[in-house]
Structures are given as structure tokens and as C-alpha cells.
T-cell receptor, first 114, second 115 residues
Framework: AQSVTQLDSQVPVFEEAPVELRCNYS??????LFWYVQYPNQGLQLLLK??????LVKGINGFEAEFNKSQTSFHLRKPSVHISDTAEYFC????????????FGAGTQVVVTP | DVKVTQSSRYLVKRTGEKVFLECVQD?????MFWYRQDPGLGLRLIYF???????EKGDIPEGYSVSREKKERFSLILESASTNQTSMYLC??????????????FGPGTRLTVT
């Protein structure tokens, strides 16, 4: 079985400042990793994913994440946030031997202020 | 674009009622999922289906059942709604795990209140 821990439940950040959202996972088999964003009163939208290959993954809206196998982490970063990045962010892991099942973290609420 | 639609955005039901939540996807995906989302708990898997008429329990199936009679439609049923089932319900779909990439695509959610 796999599990996901998002280390921060809420991250306040000023507009144009950088942000990092931390995600750690555990699994006995190889995994695929995902970050999703949820804007208020909406479903989840995929930001980026790591399936294989380069450990630095670039996604939409200027976000990127780095897969670190030795530290079992998949932290999400953005160098300069906008007010519109205020949302909840979810890290998810899918084991390579699963039926496409995902395990989601508890979420990190990002609040961007001017 | 993949489209996952859910029958209602907001629903208010009384304790003991039978509740049906419907989900439809238009991308011929094999896999479909039902989650509930609660503050501080993230998304928890209730049931999933990897083929028509096939279903598997997720992490929190108690009090729920599902139906998948057609590939594009996956229904969540609350046999006798209780107040602790007040939550946001999210449906998702994905293609077969052998077809990479296979991220999950989500519907807009149904906010269910049981009074």
C-alpha cells in the first residue's frame, strides 16, 4: 500500500513571492506522482505529473516539481505567485501495480495576498 | 477535452432517504472513481470500477453502493442517507493503467447536505 503526506495544511504567501509545497510518499513499489489544483467550488485539475524520465517536471501555470526517489518526495514550486494561484493543492500517488487507483494527500491551502 | 459531468452541483436530502449521484464521462475511459472530500482529510476513495458491471471497494465503502451498467456512467448510491455523509462528492475517470498517461479527470463535484 502507498501513502502520501503533505507537510503543510496552509501556506500564506505574498504576491510575486516564490512558493514551495511539500509532498512525501511511501510505497513498496515504483510510483507515478501527480499534483492537482482545486479552485473554489470546482473539481480537481491536473497541474503536472511524473511518470518516468527526467525528475524535473514542468506543468501548467508556471509550476514545476522535482521527483526525489532517495527522499521519496515530490515537492511543488512556483518562482512567483499570483493572486489567482489561491487554491487548494493536492499531491497524489499511484502505485505501478495498482488498477489506476490514486492515494491523495490531505491538501495544502495556498493563500496569496497582495 | 475530457468531460466528466455530475448530475447535481448541490443537493439537500433528509436522513433516511435513498440518494443517487450520477456521473458521466465522454472519453470512453475504462476506470471510474467516486471520492468524498472533507476538510483536512483530502480525497478518500469510496468505490471504483475498472469495467462495466465491475466494482471494487475503496477505503471507505460503508454506507455506499455503486452501479455501472454502461461504460460512460457510474452511479453512487446512498442507501439510507445519514448526517455523517454530508460532504463533497467527486467523480473521476481515467483510461486503463496500461495506457500511459492515465491521469484522473474530475467532475465539478456534488455538495451533498443531509439534514
Amino acid at each position: 500500500a502507498q501513502s502520501v503526506t503533505q507537510l503543510d495544511s496552509q501556506v500564506p504567501v505574498f504576491e510575486e513571492a516564490p512558493v514551495e509545497l511539500r509532498c512525501n510518499y511511501s510505497s513498496s513499489v515504483s510510483v507515478y506522482l501527480f499534483w492537482y489544483v482545486q479552485y473554489p467550488n470546482q473539481g480537481l485539475q491536473l497541474l503536472l505529473k511524473y511518470l518516468s524520465g527526467s525528475t524535473l517536471v514542468k506543468g501548467i501555470n508556471g509550476f514545476e516539481a522535482e521527483f526525489n526517489k532517495s527522499q521519496t518526495s515530490f515537492h511543488l514550486r512556483k518562482p512567483s505567485v499570483h493572486i489567482s494561484d489561491t487554491a487548494e493543492y493536492f499531491c497524489a500517488v499511484s502505485a505501478s501495480d495498482s488498477w489506476g487507483k490514486f492515494q491523495f494527500g490531505a491538501g495544502t491551502q495556498v493563500v496569496v495576498t497582495p | 477535452d475530457v468531460k466528466v459531468t455530475q448530475s447535481s452541483r448541490y443537493l439537500v436530502k433528509r436522513t433516511g432517504e435513498k440518494v443517487f449521484l450520477e456521473c458521466v464521462q465522454d472519453m470512453d475511459h475504462e476506470n471510474m472513481f467516486w471520492y468524498r472530500q472533507d476538510p483536512g482529510l483530502g480525497l478518500r476513495l469510496i468505490y471504483f470500477s475498472y469495467d462495466v458491471k465491475m466494482k471494487e471497494k475503496g477505503d471507505i465503502p460503508e454506507g455506499y453502493s455503486v452501479s455501472r451498467e454502461k461504460k460512460e456512467r457510474f452511479s453512487l448510491i446512498l442507501e439510507s442517507a445519514s448526517t455523517n455523509q454530508t460532504s463533497m462528492y467527486l467523480c473521476a475517470s481515467s483510461n486503463d493503467r496500461t495506457s500511459v498517461p492515465y491521469e484522473q479527470y474530475f467532475g465539478p463535484g456534488t455538495r451533498l447536505t443531509v439534514t
